[in-house]
């Protein structure tokens, strides 16, 4: 069974920093796309950011650029959403993501999401 565990959320002031991680269980996903996404009440699901394999460089939604950082370490199957520098426009719930197919690229088609881990940044 395929399972996508978030962790990593908290309370931060702006201008901080978390790390996010996604560890991801019964699947190896050395070629295969995973997303970040975030969500806040009231609000559409907006895609942060995104890796593969297949991509040259990862995807960043513009209002991160240059502020969060994915990354992958494929020996312990987990994908981290380093987070800095922390606005509170930032604050929302975040959700890992996993397209399957071999060979995904960003934006991935994805079959697979975690439960979600709360980021709050507070003036």
């Known amino acids: 069974e395929v399972q996508l565990q978030a962790s990593g959320g908290g309370l931060v002031q702006a201008g901080g920093s978390l790390r996010l991680s996604c560890a991801v269980s019964?699947?190896?996903?050395?070629?295969?796309?995973i997303g970040w996404f975030r969500q806040t009440p009231g609000k559409e699901r907006e895609g942060v950011s995104c890796i593969s394999r297949r991509d040259g460089s990862p995807y960043y939604t513009n209002a991160v650029k240059g502020r969060f950082t994915i990354s992958s370490d494929n020996a312990k199957n987990t994908v981290y959403l380093q987070m800095n520098s922390l606005k509170l426009e930032d604050t929302a719930v975040y959700y890992c993501?996993?397209?399957?197919?071999?060979?995904?690229?960003?934006?991935?088609?994805?079959?697979?999401w975690g439960q979600g881990t709360l980021v709050t940044v507070s003036s």
């Open positions: 993501a996993l397209d399957s197919r071999y060979g995904s690229s960003c934006p991935g088609g994805y079959d697979y």
């Open positions: 019964g699947f190896t996903f050395d070629d295969s796309a």
